[in-house]
């Protein structure tokens, strides 16, 4: 498995039914073309933001339509780019009970979630379709562009899902396909005759008949992002408050901010300082400083990871990073593989707040936090747990020397001087929009740059097949994220005008203000739901609804923002069924039941330093008031 493949998240109905048959030329050819079109935007939306970077500092001015390419760009990446990450398994879906049904079942209950998809992409097509019909003499200020052009990328992506769904579907056999989708084409024809009947009466049920639908797609394996479509979808037709046409403009609007378009291109830095050698280089240097002390290649692995995480926002990019160079060295210090996942999962927790943070990022997109503010704040909780790791492997380690090998100081200050131009980026990067230099995307932009020109120039190991792969990898993998924005942001704002934070505020309210139970009721909804749905759509979900509660209970809204990201991450990356817990059991080649017995010491330590940031405040705010910043 190679680096670039590892990082691929495995879910999806393609999961299993990869194996039925082989994919077709033409869907093969498709998906392609649109790799191309996907890697032109992701390559132009580059150009054009760090062209504004130079030209800022260079002559003090801007290029004015920067804003506007980048925009399309990033509607290019969330739809075609999300269409793409389809067939290649990297949507995240729910696989706890397809895993658990007979063996016999699961071909018919996969085509059935393809066929599902193939619905939502029917319907986001014709949603899409009218919004292009109302947009056809609207155009940009700076270009004139045609507004129909932002409107062209998610049609066609809808067009693509609906192809390689049904061409999924079908490589299973046809008596399977056809009759998964007559089991589904017999449900939609009895909801149809039932709102036929008592349509009317659902609408003060809408909210309930959301999280059912939403659920239940879930539990069949579709992947997130389209069960969060179809709610959404589902709320608006029930309830019937508002047409159904407000969905691609709320989708829209979920990628439109200005923060977003930092989400590709660190992404896109993290996998290139992968491939281009630094972060093995900066494991090297870590390695000679650390692995004498107690435990110390379990403690290299927490040190490598919190600056690992400085470099990459992508934490499933962080595992495999040091998986792939550490798995050998841990093996030959006598450790188990299953014990090596268990920290690695446990570190992945811990640096959630580690900017740059994709999670942290979106959080500050959907939200009214200050992106700068929360890379600040987020640096000493994780530093917190790192320190509450690094104890527990200490403690567990007594009967365990650090390595027998030794390092001279020449070879340490080579090592340092080899692995300097790493460990500077993670400065560059939170240096850069702490300081106000330039903004989260212009410094994101910046590391791309920065990364290219050390893995090209300085350590020569990056070649051009490699920056390929890693151009198309981060292509489908940013779409994969931006589409699961772009639906939660609709599902959240659906939500949000059924009253559900009123309703929250009413709930919360037999707490009798005590901001204590709400903390631990938060931490525990968002633990359960980044284990459910994965990290980032429980925050999408809940962080527009959760915050504005914050002021009835005397929470500082940057502490709890910190508290969200990294309860997302604690659910994210835990045993049973925490999706990234599973991927990072996948890259270290062991099972998740060897692992889980590793792992509970390490979720008891953590649950240990989460509270600590939920409840001591000054771990998340004396940076920022020592900044100025909050």
């Keep these: 498995m ?209 999280f059912l639908v939403f659920i239940v797609q879930c539990l069949l394996g579709v992947p997130i992002g389209f069960a969060l479509l179809l709610g959404s979808a589902t709320y608006l037709a029930v309830s019937q408050t508002v047409p159904l046409s407000v969905i691609p403009t709320n989708m829209q609007n979920g990628i439109s901010s200005f923060v977003m378009l930092a989400i590709p291109f660190f992404i896109l830095a993290g996998y290139l300082m992968t491939e281009g050698g630094l972060s093995r280089r900066l494991m090297d240097f870590i390695i000679m400083l650390v692995s004498r002390f107690r435990g110390g290649m379990m403690q290299v692995i927490v040190v490598t990871m919190y600056i690992m995480s400085g470099i990459s926002g992508s934490k499933l990019a962080d595992v495999a990073a040091v998986a792939n160079t550490m798995n050998r060295v841990m093996a030959g210090e006598g450790y188990e593989l299953s014990e090596t996942a268990a920290v690695l999962s446990a570190c992945a927790v811990m640096g959630e707040t580690v900017p740059p943070s994709i999670a942290m990022l979106v959080l500050a997109s959907v939200t009214t936090l200050s992106i700068g503010a929360m890379f600040v704040a987020g640096l000493l909780p994780a530093a917190v747990m790192a320190a509450c790791l690094m104890a527990l492997i200490w403690f567990r380690s007594r009967g365990r020397k650090g390595s027998a090998q030794r390092y001279s100081p020449v070879e340490k200050l080579r090592a340092g001087l080899i692995a300097l131009p790493a460990l500077v980026a993670p400065v560059i990067l939170v240096g850069g929009i702490v300081t106000g230099i330039a903004t989260p995307t212009e410094v994101s932009s910046t590391a791309v740059v920065y990364a290219l020109v050390l893995s090209v120039i300085f350590y020569r190991s990056l070649g051009l097949r490699q920056f390929l792969r890693v151009v198309s990898h981060t292509a489908s993998q940013a779409g994969m994220v931006l589409f699961i924005t772009a639906t939660a942001t609709a599902f959240s704002w659906s939500l949000t005008i059924a009253r559900m934070p009123q309703r929250i505020v009413e709930l919360f309210g037999m707490l009798h203000g005590s901001g204590s139970l709400f903390m631990l009721a938060t931490i525990v909804t968002l633990v359960a739901m980044g284990a459910l749905l994965e990290g980032l759509p429980a925050l999408l979900i809940f962080g527009p609804l959760l915050l504005p509660v914050t002021a009835a209970f005397g929470i500082p809204p940057l502490q709890y923002g910190i508290v969200l990201v990294i309860a997302m991450g604690f659910g994210a990356f835990s045993p049973p069924i925490g999706v990234g817990f599973f991927v990072t059991c996948a890259i270290c080649g062991t099972t998740a039941e060897e692992v889980t017995r590793h792992m509970l010491p390490y979720l008891v330590i953590l649950a240990i330093g989460l509270l600590l940031v939920a409840f001591v405040p000054w771990f998340s705010l004396v940076l920022p008031q020592l900044l100025h910043m909050a």
């Design 2 to 210: 190679s680096e670039s493949d590892s990082v691929a998240v495995p879910a999806g109905p393609g999961e299993i039914i990869g194996h039925a048959g082989r994919r077709s030329g033409l869907s093969r050819a498709l998906e392609r073309g649109a790799e191309f079109v996907v890697v032109i935007a992701l390559v132009g939306e580059l150009v054009a933001m760090f062209g504004n970077v130079v030209l800022r500092a260079a002559f003090n001015s801007s290029l004015l339509w920067s804003l506007e390419v980048s925009e399309l760009a990033l509607v290019v990446m969330t739809f075609i780019g999300g269409a793409i990450a389809y067939p290649r398994d990297q949507h995240i879906s729910l696989q706890v009970v397809i895993q658990r049904v007979p063996p016999a079942w699961r071909p018919a209950l996969d085509a059935l979630a393809c066929w599902q998809v193939f619905a939502v992409a029917l319907l986001g097509g014709r949603l899409f379709w009218q919004m292009m019909l109302s947009r056809w003499d609207q155009q940009t200020p700076y270009l004139g562009l045609g507004e129909i052009w932002f409107a062209i990328p998610m049609i066609a992506g809808m067009a693509l899902l609906a192809f390689f769904s049904l061409e999924r579907a079908f490589r299973q056999s046809a008596r399977v396909a056809l009759g998964s989708g007559l089991v589904l084409a017999a449900v939609v024809a009895v909801v149809v005759a039932i709102w036929w009947t008592i349509g009317l009466q659902l609408r003060d049920h809408a909210v309930g008949i959301t």
